[in-house]
């Protein structure tokens, strides 16, 4: 359930003006930078409130749609210890995740280039372009949180068998015309 204005669609549990502030309704694309800022700020200011919507399932990832505008969707995803992505791209789209809780693991590539590590812990806040794939894993031994955010929304990711599959030019990709998100892993 969410909280639906014109343009703006918002989990009622984050339905605060500070979140209304930060998502910028009427900005039709973000950069890299400014979604890394809006995770960084939403994970840092609204930490009770995630704190508060986040849940925990053995069987399988959760996730929640925290914010939708016409230039960018916002997320809040769960990581049990060995739970993770397959890897994926994200359909063209920009994006960013803060670690929340815990420590999350990322392998990542750019078309052509090749595949790198990080290590994520709490407060790290990253930043990517539209040609980014990786695959993300809680590493650690406790429960992980992250926020995520993608301009432009709503574009279906790409999975592939390894990072090493990615193709050096990635197709262009489109939002689905009927605008119901088409992502079946959702990961930073």
Request: no cysteine.
């Amino acid at each position: 359930m969410s909280v639906r204005t014109h343009e703006l669609d918002v989990h009622p549990a984050l339905d605060v003006p500070l979140l209304r502030d930060l998502i910028h309704p009427g900005r039709p694309l973000w950069t890299p930078r400014e979604l890394r800022d809006l995770t960084r700020t939403v994970t840092a200011e609204l930490t009770g409130e995630l704190l508060s919507v986040v849940q925990f399932h053995a069987d399988q990832r959760w996730w929640a749609r925290l914010a939708l505008t016409p230039g960018v969707e916002l997320w809040l995803l769960s990581w049990m210890p060995g739970q993770g992505t397959e890897p994926h791209d994200h359909g063209g789209a920009s994006g960013s995740f803060s670690v929340l809780l815990g420590t999350l693991g990322e392998d990542y590539r750019y078309p052509g280039g090749p595949v790198r590590s990080g290590r994520h812990q709490v407060g790290a806040a990253i930043g990517f372009g539209p040609n980014r794939a990786h695959q993300v894993r809680n590493t650690g031994r406790v429960n992980a949180a992250s926020v995520h955010a993608y301009s432009p929304p709503l574009l279906p990711v790409r999975e592939y068998e390894s990072l090493l599959d990615v193709s050096p030019v990635p197709a262009p990709r489109s939002a689905p015309d009927n605008g119901v998100a088409a992502r079946n892993e959702l990961a930073g």
